[in-house]
């Protein structure tokens, strides 16, 4: 069954750092990654998706990358942004459209 | 316009209840989900639906049942209400079966049983 753990759990930094949030799997059998923000009170933001036979994925100060082989992927947010303070959430897809959950990371970026 | 929206967004019942959470997507998709947040934030699928078809159905007590009138809606209907079944529920679409579509979440509903 598959596993997806997130460390750390919680994470401030002052505003402007460059941060890296951490995301691992039990099952390298996977369709694709997806790095997910949730706002408190929201639903998710689909941030970036990484296909199985992806290497990384970019968008904007986002930079998410995958190694399959090791159960890895991490998210990179340069620049660090108040506005970037959420919960960021790692999911695999095992099996069609069955997406694996973290329990996610809680970012805070202070001003 | 809302992709995904369900209702009610909160929802406080007395256990033994039964009561049902509405779910519609105006994103033409084909593939619908709702998911379990618990507590601990910990999010789970419970059910998927491909054009109003049941594809995935977790290990969730049968007083949770999935209603799909047509593919823009997938509706969660939950009798007998737990204490345990306190949890936010999300809704979701894709646009279909195939892996790698990006998933569209609806904003919530905050279940509290009492």
């Known amino acids: 069954k598959q596993e997806v753990t997130q460390i750390p759990a919680a994470l401030s930094v002052p505003e402007g750092e460059n941060l890296v949030l951490n995301c691992s799997f039990t099952?390298?059998?996977?369709?694709?990654l997806q790095w997910f923000r949730q706002d408190p009170g929201k639903g998710l933001t689909s941030l970036l998706l990484?296909?199985?036979?992806?290497r990384e994925q970019t968008s904007g100060r986002l930079n998410a990358s995958l190694d399959k082989s090791s159960g890895r992927s991490t998210l990179y947010i340069a620049a660090s942004q108040p506005g970037d303070s959420a919960t960021y959430l790692c999911?695999?897809?095992?099996?069609?459209?069955?997406?694996?959950f973290g329990t996610g990371t809680r970012l805070t970026v202070i001003p | 316009d809302t992709a995904v929206s369900q209702t009610p967004k909160y929802l406080v019942t007395q256990m033994g209840n039964d009561k049902s959470i509405k779910c519609e997507q105006n994103?033409?998709?084909?593939?619908m989900y709702w998911y379990k947040q618990d507590s601990k934030k910990f999010l789970k699928i419970m059910f998927s639906?491909?054009?109003?078809?049941?594809?995935i159905n977790e290990t969730v007590p049968n007083r949770f049942s999935p209603k799909s009138p047509d593919k823009a809606h997938l509706n969660l209907h939950i009798n007998s209400l737990e204490l345990g079944d306190s949890a936010v529920y999300f809704c979701?679409?894709?646009?279909?079966?195939?892996?790698?579509?990006?998933?569209?979440f609806g904003e919530g509903s905050w279940l509290t049983v009492v």
């Open positions: 990484i296909q199985s036979s992806q």
């Open positions: 999911a695999v897809e095992s099996g069609a459209n069955n997406l694996f």
């Open positions: 994103l033409g998709h084909d593939t």
């Open positions: 979701a679409s894709s646009q279909d079966l195939g892996s790698g579509n990006t998933i569209y």
């Open positions: 639906y491909n054009n109003k078809e049941l594809i």
């Open positions: 099952d390298s059998a996977i369709y694709n």
